[in-house]
Every structure is written in C-alpha cells, then in structure tokens.
C-alpha cells in the first residue's frame, strides 16, 4: 500500500494510527536483552530468531533474562525440526531419521545441515545450527531435559505425519485426529513453555497438575489459524479441518469454496470457530497461574490476537477467497492491552466475544451454541472478578441509605452549575486523556465508521502462524 | 443411565404431577429410578401417564391438611417432591390471594403431612426470582445472594415463593420432627414441553411480527433451563435427602444438601434476545437480524410508561410496560457450582436441544388447538 492511500485510511481510522503511536511509543519492555554483554554465538542465535519468526522474535526478547536463552534456544530447535519437515525436496528416507534423531544431533558439536532446498526459506539456520548447538550446551540442566524431552516428542510426531499416506492424501478426519493434530504442533510446544515456566518459577506449579489448561492454550491458537488459513491451505492442496465437521454441510471439501454455497460454507466455518471457543475458558484459568509479567505477555499477546482473529474470521465469507488478517492498528492495541495484567485481559476477551455474539445470525444451526459459548465466556471472567457482591447487597438492603432534603430553587442552581463546571472540566480532561493515549475507542469508532471502505494497511504483528511452529 | 443399575428412590410422592414441571418429574423417576411413583394435583386428567405405568393419582387440594394427610397415610412417601405452584400471572387481589394460599399456606400443609407421616426428605420447588427484585441486575449470582423479602420484593409471587421456601428450609430437622429433611430447588426460566408461559409468549410475537424490534443493547445474559434439566436437579436432590438420613453421621456443612437451596440452570446464561431469535429461528422465522431495530432502554421505558397511562385510562391491564422493557434488558444469570458440586448436578440436555424439543411441542400444541377450532 503506498503511502497516500495510507495516509488517507488513518485520517479516516484515526484511532488505529493512536493505537499504533501508543506501543511504539508506550510500550516499555520488562526486560531488554543487553547485546553488549552477550557472546557472538548468543548474538548469532538472535539473529535467526529474527530471521525465522516475525511474530514470536519481538515477546522473546523481552522475556525474563532467566529464560530469555532457554526459550529462544527452544524456538530454533523447533524451528529446525520444522524446516526439515516442511521441506519436499527432502526424500522420506533421509527425512525421517533427521526427525526421529533430532534430539541427538542437536548435541553434537559442530552439526549442520545444508540438504534444504534452495527455496526453503529457513535453511540459513540449519547451515548455521552449530551457533544454536554451542548455546544449547550452556542451557541449565533441568531446561535442556525439557527442550531435549519435547524436541524428541516433536520429531517423532513429525515422522509418524510424514509417514501417514493417509493423511496426507485425504487431511483430517475426525474431531479427535483434528485435535492430535494440533498436539503435535502445538500443545507440545506449550507444554514445554509451561514446564519451563514452573521450573524457572515464573509460574504456578499447579498448571503441571492441569495440562490441559497448557493443552488448550495451543489448540485455541492452532485452531485459531487453521481457521483463518483455511483459502490458503486448499489451495496449497492441505486440509486441516476435519471431516466429520465439514461433511455435515457439504459432501465435497472443494464445495465449500464455491461462491454459490457462502451461507453453508459460513455455517460450517463457525461450526468451526464455536469448536475453538470452547478453550477460551480454560486459557484465561492458565494465564492467571503466571507469575511473572514477562512471561504473561508471552503467553498473553498469541493469545489476544487469536480471540481477535477468531471474531475477524468469524462469519466472514473473505476467509474463502482470501487470506484476513487483523490490522496492525488493532494488533497494537491487542499488544498494549495484553501486557498489562490479567483483569486487562479479561476485557479483550470480553469485548471480543460479545463482537462475536453480535454477529452471530439466528439462521445459523449454531447460532444458540455460540450465544451459550460467549455467555459462558463472560461467566467465567464473572467468577474470576466478580461485579457483585452478595454482602454488599445485602448490607444495602437493611440500611436504605436516606437523602436529607433541599429546596427546589437551590437544587435547580447547584445541578445547572455543576452540570456547566462538569462540561468544561470534562471536555478538557477527555481532550488531554486523548492526547496522551487513553482509551476512548467507542466514542471513536463512531468517527471511523465514516471512513467506510477504505482498506486497512497490511499486518505486521500477525498472531503466530502454524507455519512458524 | 441406561444400562446402569437405576437408583432407588423408594415410595416418591409429586405434589402438582400433572403440572408443566411436576409430569417431567414422573417422567424421569420412571425412566431413571427405581421406585414406586404416587402424583397428588388438583386435577388428575392432564398430563397423565398410561396406566401401565402404574403411577397411583389422587385429586386433592393441598391446603386441604386433612385430605392431604389421608393420601400420605396412604402413600406412605420415603421422599415428596412438592412442585405444585399456580401460574405466575396476574397482579390482582384474586391472583394475590391464589398465591399466597396455594404457595404459603399449601406449602405448610404440605409439611405438616411430611411430618406427621414419618417422610424422609422433601424437595420444593422454588424459584431463582427469590433473590431478584425485579429491577437490579443479577451477575453470576449463586445461594449467599440474598433473599429478597417484604416491600423489597415488587412481585408478590415471588415474594410467596420466597416465604414457602423459608417454611420448608426451617423444616429441615425440626426440633419436633427431626427426622425430616428438606431442601430447595430454584430454577431459572424454566421452558419446554408443557410450557405454556415463556415460549407461547415468545412465539406470538413472532406471529405478530414484533420480532424486529430489540430493546436494549442484547448484551445482558440470562438464564433459562430446559425443564428435563430442572426435573433432574430435584431427582438428584431427593435421592441425596435419602442418602443422608440413611446415614448415620451428620454431612459436613460443604456437602450438606438438607436445609439447603439450590439455583438449577442450564449452566448456560445466553444473551436475551439470543434465546428469543433461537425459538424464532425454531418456530421457522427465515429472518436473521438485518430487519432489526434496537430500541434504547430509556426509550423503551419512556413508552412504556405511556403504555400504562393509556391503558390505566381506558382501565385495562396494560399489554406493554415498563417491568417487560426492565425484564428483556436485565441480566439474570447464576452459579451453579453449588448444585454441581453437592448434588452433582450437570444438564442431561443442552440448551439449543431443549429450544427445538419446547418449540416443536408448542407448534404441536397450537396445530392441534386449530384443528378442535376448524372441526
């Protein structure tokens, strides 16, 4: 998009630009890492983790310096694994036990790999692995088990799909394999994070007592963009949503991106999106057993950006045409708001389930499932930070409180003023609390909806893709 | 359950067996427990199980004290399961006086005969209005929330409900008949089957096309429950009362059901006109929500009050006023986990299953109602 057009999309979507200039601006990172103090091989594994990732790179660097390496190290492991696997041009037969004995060859000296493709965009890091290696012999023990245990998990499951003829012919099938599925390439990377997080004590120990709180904080963001990816997959020839989902509205998978069948495509893709929103809950119990704020915003941003990109996808028949991003102006201030605390949070997922209950339509055979699924969202943030309270109610009903009369002349004169005073103070105040960043978005949005069609610019911070983990 | 060893309940008397909620509950101690099933109503002929059911019906009139305690005489219940209750409408004297006679005064006669006959548990149906006062928004309320009483309480049928649910909790291991144990059971916007209240009023404005209006921003979440559900939560009840006085020590105070009340729902709170477009949708509306207006709360209320002026004028009820606009803009919705937790209460049928099963009956109902009409 080139400048002008722009220009013109933020005059006319000014909040997004405030959004924007807030986190750039605002935002002040827990933790920093210091360059200067870091050794050549430290500084060269930053270097491919900017490289590989584009989403995860930034949160990264920001954790805690106690797991600032460990975590980084377990992202290029797992990235390695994966460029291995995405790669085609790589024989089965070597394929497979580079995957199966990956954990082993990540232990040895001086190891890397230069088989990948020409066109495969991560192989630098496996010609380089050797920089990832040397670190990797200086991770703390109980860390390196954790990332040596998932990685051997992760090669092995990559094998197995690698293997499956079936899958890879016909896709997924049942809600079952549709959920391994996402394990595979996403639960076991949080269950890393989460052994991790507990053995650094940056988080609750008992979230290793509820691995399927973990579990769900994967299947929630893995669903998320298998959803939202699902034009690109099919035209990659991958499907990823699972049959017994799909065959109850067609009888087709190419069906579903017929332009004549939009209403049942939308039906089934939020038969897909109500699947997804039943994690939503056991998400937010996990991220308030994080103790630490750098590791909340790591697992708190992917997880904001996936609600948000849920209610995008959600009823948008764009997601068979074309692939949907949120704006960059709303992924900034999904970012201000999921660096804050967990009550913060809780309003995003608030606010998003009600634009998703907004737009759910009574002709959908969903549409109850979905209102009751939202519902069960806000009563969930409900029990963690209750509006009421039942003592106060009470109290308030034995002792009604009781006004002391006044004169009607004098009441006239002291409302008239107030209500003057309150205007000019208040225009000031909301003019000055703008000026420095606070939130008035809805009595902006209402200044946006002016700006009609104009296209948004396209997205930076996107929420983590499959195609990075 | 099924193939399961079905529980025992022994002897279960329904009090209102053959009202809307009180024929679920024979329904289901039929399907799912192992006893003898006796139904006390005031009339005996709708609702009516198929003798081969053996289900023993007797007319009665249960602040007839005397006649009541013939029946359990009779009967001998290990467990009552009192849900008779008129219907909440009116605003009368006449309806007044109905409500304070059949839920008050029914309700202690009820008791007396609980005690008199030597009854094990006894399971009333109350109602989640006893702690709204019809105006304030309820949010995740559960059983601390406060009962509201006396000039608080704007709705008197609540306010009788209320006053017969303290009769029976008091009842609970009475120092002159300790051996009965009571608990409570309020649900929220009971529908289905049967129901001749909330979905019958839900579907006529449909028929009379005012569905394109919304009042207020729908944001506000409320509860209604399927009444399988609500028939299942008083099952569960009635056989922990059993458990109990079987036992020989006193539960702990956080497992204790007796003397206790429990909200019952569907565990699932929906947006309020969410629920109201669901049946819509049911009842064969073809229409999403584009031809929708949202009417603003005060507005709403505003012309609702003109409502009542007019109608005050031409001395009618009002068909239209401000305490509908207060009810589809409140949110009114519970928690559950005490009933989870005590009586291992969960829903047997979700909430959208429960909207086709209540709305195909009414539909059924109206059908039939226009064929008597057109013969």
């Known amino acids: ?469 | 359950m099924g193939s399961e060893a079905k529980p025992a309940l022994g002897s279960v008397l329904v009090i209102g067996g053959c009202g809307f909620l009180g024929h679920h509950v024979v329904r289901l101690l039929l399907r799912d427990y192992t006893c003898s099933v006796s139904v006390v109503d005031l009339r005996c002929t709708r609702n009516r199980r198929p003798d081969s059911d053996g289900v023993a019906y007797f007319e009665a009139d249960i602040t007839d004290a005397d006649r009541l305690e013939a029946i359990f005489s009779q009967v001998k219940p290990d467990v009552v399961i009192h849900t008779a209750s008129p219907p909440a409408q009116g605003n009368d004297k006449v309806s007044h006086a109905l409500f304070k006679r059949v839920n008050v005064d029914g309700t202690a006669a009820v008791i007396r005969a609980c005690q008199a006959t030597g009854v094990k548990g006894l399971v009333y149906t109350s109602s989640a209005s006893v702690v709204s006062d019809n105006v304030s928004d309820l949010i995740n309320a559960d059983e601390r929330w406060p009962t509201v009483r006396g000039k608080d309480q704007t709705e008197y049928y609540s306010e009788t409900k209320a006053a017969a649910e303290e009769l029976v909790l008091a009842a609970n291991r009475a120092p002159d008949a300790p051996k009965l144990l009571t608990c409570a059971i309020r649900p929220s916007g009971i529908m289905g089957e049967g129901d001749t209240m909330v979905l019958y009023h839900l579907i006529n404005v449909y028929r009379q096309g005012r569905d394109n209006v919304q009042v207020g921003s729908n944001d506000n979440l409320f509860d209604f429950t399927y009444v399988e559900n609500v028939a299942h939560g008083h099952l569960l009840a009635a056989r922990a009362l059993l458990l109990t006085a079987a036992a020989a020590t006193l539960p702990l105070d956080h497992e204790r059901v007796d003397g206790e009340a429990f909200f019952i729902t569907n565990d699932s709170p929906v947006y309020f006109w969410d629920f109201a477009r669901a049946v819509w949708a049911a009842a064969g509306s073809p229409r999403g929500t584009d031809h929708v207006r949202v009417l603003p709360r005060g507005l709403g209320m505003v012309l609702g009050f003109l409502s009542e002026c007019f109608f005050w004028a031409i001395g009618k009820p009002p068909t239209f006023n401000r305490q509908r606009i207060i009810y589809s803009c409140m949110t009114r919705y519970y928690d559950i986990s005490k009933a989870k937790k005590r009586l291992g209460y969960k829903p047997l049928v979700p909430l959208d299953e429960g909207v086709r099963r209540a709305v195909r009956w009414t539909l059924e109902q109206e059908k039939a109602n226009n064929d008597s009409k057109a013969q």
Not at chain 1, 67 to 82: A, K, S
Not at chain 1, 195 to 214: G, W, Y
Not at chain 1, 231 to 242: I, K, T, Y
């Open chain 1, 1 to 469: 998009m080139g400048l002008a057009q722009q220009a013109i999309y933020f005059l006319f979507h000014p909040n997004q630009l405030r959004a924007i200039i807030q986190w750039k601006v605002w935002h002040e990172p827990v933790h920093k890492r210091d360059p200067s103090k870091e050794t050549p091989t430290e500084k060269a594994c930053f270097h491919y983790l900017n490289l590989t990732s584009r989403s995860f790179a930034a949160v990264i660097q920001e954790l805690n310096p106690e797991l600032l390496m460990p975590i980084c190290l377990f992202y290029l492991v797992l990235r390695g694994l994966d460029t291995i696997e995405d790669d085609m041009t790589i024989d089965i037969k070597e394929k497979e036990p580079l995957l199966r004995g990956f954990h082993e060859l990540m232990e040895k000296d001086g190891w890397t790999f230069n088989g990948n493709g020409p066109n495969e965009k991560d192989r630098d890091l496996l010609v380089h692995f050797d920089v990832v290696i040397t670190e990797l012999k200086k991770v703390k023990k109980p860390y390196y088990e954790i990332i040596k245990d998932i990685t051997v998990k992760m090669g092995n499951g990559m094998a197995d799909y690698a293997l499956n003829a079936e899958h890879n012919a016909n896709g997924v099938n049942t809600i079952a394999d549709y959920e391994l599925y996402c394990h595979y390439v996403a639960g076991l990377v949080g269950e890393g994070l989460t052994r991790l997080f507990v053995a650094s004590d940056l988080a609750n120990p008992k979230l290793l007592d509820r691995m399927e709180l973990t579990e769900s904080m994967g299947q929630f963001l893995q669903k998320t963009n298998i959803i939202r990816d699902v034009h690109e997959d099919w035209l990659d020839g991958r499907r990823f949503w699972p049959k017994e989902i799909w065959s109850l509205y067609f009888d087709k998978w190419d069906d579903l991106f017929a332009p004549e069948n939009r209403e049942r495509a939308l039906q089934c893709s939020s038969h897909m999106v109500l699947n997804a929103l039943k994690h939503v809950e056991e998400c937010i119990f996990y991220m308030a057993g994080v103790r630490d704020q750098s590791v909340f915003n790591f697992v708190a941003i992917p997880q904001a950006m996936a609600i948000a990109t849920l209610e995008l996808v959600f009823r948008n028949p764009a997601i068979f045409e074309r692939n949907i991003k949120i704006t960059k102006g709303d992924a900034c201030q999904l970012m201000t708001e999921s660096t804050q605390n967990l009550r913060v949070l809780c309003d995003v997922f608030r606010r998003y389930a009600r634009r998703i209950h907004k737009k759910n339509d009574p002709r959908d055979p969903n549409y109850l499932a979905i209102s009751a699924q939202c519902g069960k969202i806000e009563q969930f943030i409900e029990s963690i930070f209750p509006t009421q309270d039942p003592q106060k109610i009470a109290a308030g009903r034995r002792h009604p409180g009781e006004q002391p009369g006044m004169d009607t002349m004098d009441a006239v004169v002291l409302v008239v003023s107030c209500v003057a005073v309150m205007l000019l103070l208040g225009a000031t105040m909301i003019g000055l609390a703008w000026l420095m960043g606070a939130n008035m978005d809805k009595m902006v949005t209402g200044l946006g909806a002016l700006g009609g069609n104009i296209k948004p610019p396209g997205s930076i911070a996107d929420v983590p893709g499959r195609d990075e983990l």
